[in-house]
């Protein structure tokens, strides 16, 4: 079983920054491709950002892009989002989430950690 446990969330003013972490549990980590999404209120998930598992190509939405960064450090089984220049916009709970076949099928999802960026 594949456990993914959320953290570095928290209320951030505009402008600001944050790093989330997701903490990733099984053997075969380094074999997955990596993935956060996030939730608004009222909103439906969408995709922020990806990391492969092999030679660690990333992937971001435009919403983000120049913003947000991914990136993974297999011996600690841990995937990150490094998250500047914050706009309330970004307000959401964010969701990590391991693809194991690097299908862009997502199969293991956390519980997620809420963002909220004031004003």
């Known amino acids: 079983q594949v456990h993914l446990v959320e953290s570095g969330g928290g209320l951030v003013q505009a402008g600001g920054s944050l790093r989330l972490s997701c903490a990733v549990s099984g053997r075969t980590f380094s074999s997955y491709a990596m993935g956060w999404f996030s939730q608004a209120p009222g909103k439906e998930r969408e995709f922020v950002a990806a990391?492969?598992?092999?030679?660690?190509?990333?992937y971001y939405a435009d919403s983000v892009k120049g913003r947000f960064t991914i990136s993974r450090d297999n011996a600690k089984n841990t995937v990150y989002l490094q998250m500047n220049s914050l706009k309330p916009e970004d307000t959401a709970v964010y969701y990590c989430?391991?693809?194991?076949?690097?299908?862009?099928?997502?199969?293991?999802w956390g519980q997620g950690t809420q963002v909220t960026v004031s004003s």
């Open positions: 989430a391991a693809d194991k076949a690097g299908s862009d099928v997502y199969d293991y």
């Open positions: 990391i492969s598992w092999s030679i660690g190509s990333t």
